[in-house]
Structures are given as C-alpha cells and as structure tokens.
Antibody
C-alpha cells in the first residue's frame, strides 16, 4: 500500500523553526517528485514547495521563499521541510503529496494525513 | 500566477441529484486540470486528472470535462458519501494553484 506519513508539527513561537518529515512507503520513492501543500484553518489548499526525484529541481511559493527549505533523502524514503522565521500566517496543516507526472500534466496522489503547525506566542 | 476560480463556493443538494461544479482559469491551461475531494479532517483525494480522466477506484458517477480556461466536475447522482469540499488545481505552470473550493452540503 502506498503511504505517506507526516510528522514534526507542533506549537512554535513567531520567529521560531520547525522541521517536518514525511515517511514514504509502498512505492519507489526515488522515482517521484514530491510536494508540500498546506491548509490554514478553515481555508483552502496552498502549494508550498516541490522537489524533483533527484533533488535537481526545487521550487517554492513566494510566501515561503527564503524561509523554508525542502529536501529529501532517497536512501531513507523521506521528505523534509525545514521551516525558519515562522510567522502566524504559516499556521496550517501541512501535507506531503507524491507527484504523478506525465505529458498530460502533474497531479498529487496520494496525500499524507497532514501535520498541524501552529505559530503563536 | 494562474488564478483558479470555482463556482459556486457552496452548494446544497439532495441525494440522487446531478451536480456540476465549474472551475475557470485566468489563462489557458490546456487540459492540465485536476479535481480533488476533501472531507472534514481528512487529506484531499484525487478524483479526476488531466481534466477528464477518472482516477482508479473513483466511482464512475464522477466525471470531468473542459479545456482551455473552462472546466466542470459533474456528479451524476449524489450519494451520501459525496458531501465534501471539492478543489480544482492547475498544473500548467509553477506555482501550482488551487481553486478556493466548493463546499457541497446536504439539502
């Protein structure tokens, strides 16, 4: 069974840091690009960052550029998101998602269950 | 960035109804459009990819259509488990962007 499990969320003060992890199983992790997507409480979905299978291509949303760093360890089947200089507006459930790419586009499937990050003093 | 606008933002319907949700892109995105379903407290689930392809395991009452800037998600006969929030998403260009969501509620 293809599975993604996030961890590392929690309560952090503004200006603080947090590292999220996403453990993948049931598929060849090193063959897929991966993404982080977040959802603020009661709000819609916002793409955060993506990383290609070999880490050659990395992209960030403008809202997190310069503060967040995406990385992966293919030997450990794991995806990471290092979040620094956290702000109240970063409060959200953070999902990792596998990217299924083809000439017809890219789509996210599956998604992990999410981990909640709360930035508050 | 490409803006995705869904309509309506919320919708009340009854079991057995036929429902259509619309998604409009701010520029042409060919068929690079996906649909997701999200239930409260759960992760989004892929329903439709590339505008009209049904993801494996998704019931055939779900269908998608459109290309260019205008897309639709149709549920042919609503079932109780279909009451959820639906999101469209474009993968034509980075950043990937989502619609604001359509909340489908029981009438």
């Amino acid at each position: 069974e293809v599975q993604l499990v996030e961890s590392g969320g929690g309560l952090v003060k503004p200006g603080g840091s947090l590292r999220l992890s996403c453990a993948a199983s049931g598929f060849t992790f090193s063959s897929y690009s991966m993404n982080w997507v977040r959802q603020a409480p009661g709000k819609g979905l916002e793409w955060v960052s993506s990383i290609s299978s070999s880490s050659s291509y990395i992209y960030y949303a403008d809202s997190v550029k310069g503060r967040f760093t995406i990385s992966r360890d293919n030997a450990k089947n794991s995806l990471y998101l290092q979040m620094n200089s956290l702000r109240a507006e970063d409060t959200a459930v953070y999902y990792c998602a596998r990217v299924f790419g083809s000439p017809r586009g890219n789509w996210f499937d599956p998604w992990g269950q999410g981990t909640l990050v709360t930035v508050s003093s | 960035d490409i803006q995705m606008t869904q309509s309506p933002s919320s919708l009340s319907a009854s079991v057995g109804d036929r429902v259509t949700i619309t998604c409009r892109a701010s520029q042409s995105i060919s068929s690079y459009l996906n649909w997701y379903q999200q239930k409260p407290g759960k992760a989004p689930k892929l329903l439709i990819y590339a505008a009209s392809s049904l993801q494996s395991g998704v019931p055939s009452r779900f269908s998608g259509s459109g290309s260019g800037t205008d897309f639709t998600l149709t549920i042919s006969s609503l079932q109780p488990e279909d009451f959820a929030t639906y999101y469209c998403q474009q993968s034509y260009s980075t950043p990937v962007t989502f619609g604001q969501g359509t909340r489908l509620e029981i009438k």
